[in-house]
């Protein structure tokens, strides 16, 4: 399929979604401030037009709300339906959002908010991001809470299509220029250790593209993304990352009925760009080129040589630069907004650079 829309430029820049969130953000999405529903709105607003213009200044092309909005990406389902319980994960005692009762809308248009103050205040391209519903599968069911409202894990996937559906079809509404489901999940599955915790991975991996795709159908207008992330925002919080080329999940790759991938390559085994000869040749492709890692700064040579190898298998048009993942992995989360903001300063400055070189 053809991508719909135009950057208007090449090589536009871009973030995945989050940006680092400040203690008073922070404080905000916890409730901590005490404030009434008004006032918490209004130092809401004025916290993102405040990353707005980090991202605006910096020269990027397409921008978020940081998602400031969401206490997490993917308990970000919560607000959309009824059905979730607000517990504590017993293995490490972070929160854990979990299926308790059969889904039913509740806050249609939560997410499609962040559209419509973004194109308040910025002219700037937007983007929007929806967790998978194999995601939210993987994160949220529970076999012993959650059975008895959905039997299996699947049943539940299943059940999520609807509710992200409603939102997709208001994100379209609001106007976003792209909107980007967040897949972890698939990801799960370029690691061979993964895969053989699975009678048959291919199948999970193909019913996780089915989902996504019974989930973005028939969305003339809009472009449509899938983010492949190997949890390199596990990286701020030390924990384990999926390694391995993307060969094994290709196939389900090029089933998904999407314009635009989202891929991490700053990432150690990640594998060679060369596979991106084997993507059907109508994707364009997000390519992470910045290291999303505190404490590491690209340099802007550093970006234009990652794109530059990307370029040995993919041509000009059809490549986006993006930092590897978000920027904000967890609610609670402490990055710096100084560090993320010089990152994407080169990224901006790498994009220029990459303009000037083959337009």
């Not at 370029?190 to 699975?198: A, P, S, T």
């Not at 298998?313 to 986006?320: C, D, G, L, Q, S």
Request: charged share 25%.
């Amino acid at each position: 399929m053809a991508a719909t829309g135009d950057y208007g430029v090449l090589f536009p820049a871009s973030v995945v979604g989050s940006m680092p969130r400040t203690e008073a953000v922070r404080d905000l999405i916890a409730g901590a401030a005490g404030l009434s529903l008004e006032a918490h709105a209004q130092q809401m607003d004025a916290a993102v037009r405040e990353i707005v213009a980090v991202q605006e200044r910096a020269g990027l092309d397409v921008i978020t709300d940081g998602e400031w909005r969401r206490k997490s990406y993917i308990g970000v389902i919560a607000e959309l339906a009824h059905g979730f319980e607000l517990g504590r994960n017993p293995a490490d005692g972070r929160p854990w959002t979990i299926v308790v009762d059969r889904l039913e809308p509740k806050h249609t248009g939560f997410i499609a908010q962040e559209v419509t103050f973004l194109k308040s205040i910025s002219r700037k391209m937007i983007k929007a991001t929806l967790p998978s519903p194999a995601l939210l599968g993987e994160r949220m069911w529970d076999p012993d809470r959650s059975r008895k409202a959905y039997p299996s894990r699947d049943d539940f996937v299943r059940a999520c299509v609807p509710i992200l559906r409603l939102e997709l079809d208001r994100l379209q509404q609001a106007g976003a220029t792209i909107v980007q489901i967040d897949d972890p999940h698939l990801c799960l599955f370029v690691d061979e250790d993964v895969r053989g915790q699975h009678d048959d991975p291919d199948a999970a991996a193909t019913f996780a593209v089915t989902m996504t795709n019974e989930l973005v159908g028939d969305m003339p207008g809009l472009k449509l993304a899938v983010h492949l992330c190997r949890r390199a925002g596990a990286r701020v919080r030390g924990e384990a990352q999926f390694r391995g080329s993307f060969q094994p999940i290709l196939k389900q790759l090029n089933l998904l009925k999407v314009h635009h991938l989202t891929m991490e390559f700053t990432a150690p085994g990640s594998g060679d760009m060369a596979v991106l000869e084997e993507l059907r040749d109508d994707f364009e492709i997000g390519l992470g080129c910045v290291d999303c890692t505190p404490g590491t700064i690209d340099s802007t040579d550093t970006i234009v040589e990652r794109v530059e190898l990307a370029l040995r298998h993919v041509a000009p048009e059809r490549i986006t630069l993006n930092p590897d993942c978000g920027f904000a992995p967890g609610s609670a989360a402490e990055v710096s907004i100084d560090e993320v903001s010089q990152k994407l300063q080169n990224e901006a400055e790498a994009a220029c650079r990459l303009r000037d070189r083959y337009a």
